[in-house]
Nanobody, 131 residues
Framework: QLKLVESGGGLVQPGGSLRLSCAAS????????IGWFRQAPGKEREGVSC????????HYADSVKGRFTISRDNAKNTVYLQMNSLKPEDTAVYYC????????????????????????WGQGTQVTVSS
């Protein structure tokens, strides 16, 4: 299985920015779409963004559209989530996860709402947005 390690979380004021990283190892990184998810206290885990295996396609939850940007560098086995204009409601533990797509569905995107499509998960990184 793929090993995923998140980093880059922390405390930031409303309106500020953070850049999260997800470093992967263990398998062929280019065969996997990568998603970002978050879970706040008392809430279910929700999908934030996903990027296709080759980086050509991406999608976002409505709550973060226009503020967050996902990208990947397959040479470094790393996916990034740039978060701008952060709001208190963005406070959560953020997780990255991998979904196998292989080559038959090259550059396709798994639906963010179906967590079972993502078989490998990182340990999470805390993001707190507060003044």
């Amino acid at each position: 299985q793929l090993k995923l390690v998140e980093s880059g979380g922390g405390l930031v004021q409303p309106g500020g920015s953070l850049r999260l990283s997800c470093a992967a190892s263990g398998f062929t990184f280019g065969y996997y779409a990568i998603g970002w998810f978050r879970q706040a206290p008392g809430k279910e885990r929700e999908g934030v963004s996903c990027i296709s295996n080759s980086g050509g396609n991406s999608h976002y939850a409505d709550s973060v559209k226009g503020r967050f940007t996902i990208s990947r560098d397959n040479a470094k086995n790393t996916v990034y989530l740039q978060m701008n204009s952060l709001k208190p409601e963005d406070t959560a533990v953020y997780y990255c996860a991998a979904s196998f797509v292989g080559l038959a569905y090259d550059n396709s995107l798994p639906p963010l709402g179906v967590l079972d499509n993502f078989g490998d998960w990182g340990q999470g990184t805390q993001v707190t947005v507060s003044s």
